[in-house]
T-cell receptor
């Protein structure tokens, strides 16, 4: 079955630096990959979607790359701010290209002032 | 515009009891989804309604879980009888179209079964 791996250890960085989070997957070739942000006590909030034929996508300070050969996506936040501190979830389309996402466990990002 | 709301925010019940969770989707959203996150695991899909019909209930763990969406507006998820392993956070999401990038999640209901 498909497996999504995100670093379980929190990523601690200084304000102003670029945060890079990794999502690896196995046993699957997704049609798309998504990144969500989740704050404590809240539901996930959709950030970006990148399709299998796209290598990179940007939105303001966010950048996502998608390497289908390495089966990996990188999520970058440039000029990070303490307000960016949250858990970031990677999600793939479910088997068959469905609109239902399959989530990873997420990585916590802590940006220190 | 109001977002997806869920009630209650937290529920603590004893094993064997019944609990009903409620989700109010964004007005006009025909699609409503239930997800669950148990401790230490990832968020997992439970089921999907299109209006009042169950489109996909492949993620429902067993027949102790019953979801309804009478009238195609709000939805309830009943757990009867609750077991310890049902503890977790139950999320509801809604969308207007069938697109993965347009699901809006509620804040979740934290269920604790003791």
């Amino acid at each position: 079955s498909q497996k999504i791996e995100q670093n379980s250890e929190a990523l601690n960085i200084q304000e102003g630096k670029t945060a890079t989070l990794t999502c690896n997957y196995t046993n699957y070739s997704p049609a798309y990959l998504q990144w969500y942000r989740q704050d404590p006590g809240r539901g996930p909030v959709f950030l970006l979607l990148i399709r299998e034929n796209e290598k990179e996508k940007r939105k303001e300070r966010l950048k996502v790359t998608f390497d289908t050969t390495l089966k990996q996506s990188l999520f970058h936040i440039t000029a990070s701010q303490p307000a960016d501190s949250a858990t970031y979830l990677c999600a793939l389309d479910s088997l068959g290209g469905s609109y239902i996402p399959t989530f990873g466990r997420g990585t916590s990002l802590i940006v220190h002032p | 515009e109001a977002g997806v709301t869920q009630f209650p925010s937290h529920s603590v019940i004893e094993k064997g009891q019944t609990v009903t969770l409620r989700c109010d989707p964004i007005s006009g959203h025909d699609n409503l989804y239930w997800y669950r996150r148990v401790m230490g695991k990832e968020i997992k899909f439970l089921l999907h309604f299109v209006k009042e019909s169950k489109q996909d209930e492949s993620g429902m763990p067993n027949n102790r879980f019953l979801a309804e969406r009478t009238g195609g507006t709000y939805s309830t998820l009943k757990v009867q009888p609750a077991e310890l392993e049902d503890s977790g956070v139950y999320f509801c999401a809604s969308s207007q179209d069938l697109r993965a990038d347009e699901q809006y999640f509620g804040p979740g209901t934290r269920l604790t079964v003791t």
